[in-house]
């Protein structure tokens, strides 16, 4: 099952070059850092990153992440991967843009 992070390209750029992305802050100051689903993304980026631009979107195979990724409800009882540690570059399949749409919202590719 793919999980997807959305960030903006700066902590992006910083991570790769770290080989490692250790959180955005709203990660550090949670413990873990937030990922979603494909089918949880778009709401995420509604909620979380509205009017916020030059963001990417990360897409990592949840299996590769091991221990470390932990399912856990969140908002309205859904359950959400979080992963308790940092992000090796590596396992990052794929980054995509997240343009805002007219409404302010990150407009998200398809996601698997």
Same mark, same amino acid.
């Given at each position: ?5 959305? &960030?903006?390209?700066? +902590? ?9 992305? +250790? ?10 850092i937030?990922?979603s ?9 509604r ?5 916020q ?7 990592? +195979?949840a ?5 470390? &990724?932990?399912? +856990? @409800?969140?908002?309205?009882?859904? !359950?959400? @991967?979080?992963?308790y540690?940092? *992000?090796?570059?590596?396992?990052v *399949?794929?980054v ?5 749409g007219?409404?302010?919202v990150p !407009?998200?590719? !398809? *996601?698997?």
């Amino acid at each position: 099952m793919r999980i997807y992070k959305i &960030l903006p390209r700066g +902590e992006w750029a910083a991570a790769r070059a770290a080989g490692r992305f +250790e959180g955005s802050a709203v990660d550090l100051a949670d413990g873990f850092i937030h990922f979603s689903t494909a089918a949880q993304a778009q709401e995420t980026a509604r909620r979380h990153f509205a009017g916020q631009r030059d963001l990417v979107v990360l897409e990592v +195979e949840a299996d590769d992440l091991g221990e470390a &990724l932990r399912w +856990e @409800p969140s908002r309205g009882g859904d !359950v959400f @991967p979080h992963l308790y540690g940092p *992000l090796d570059a590596a396992r990052v *399949l794929s980054v995509a843009e997240a343009p805002l749409g007219a409404d302010g919202v990150p !407009v998200l590719p !398809v *996601l698997a």
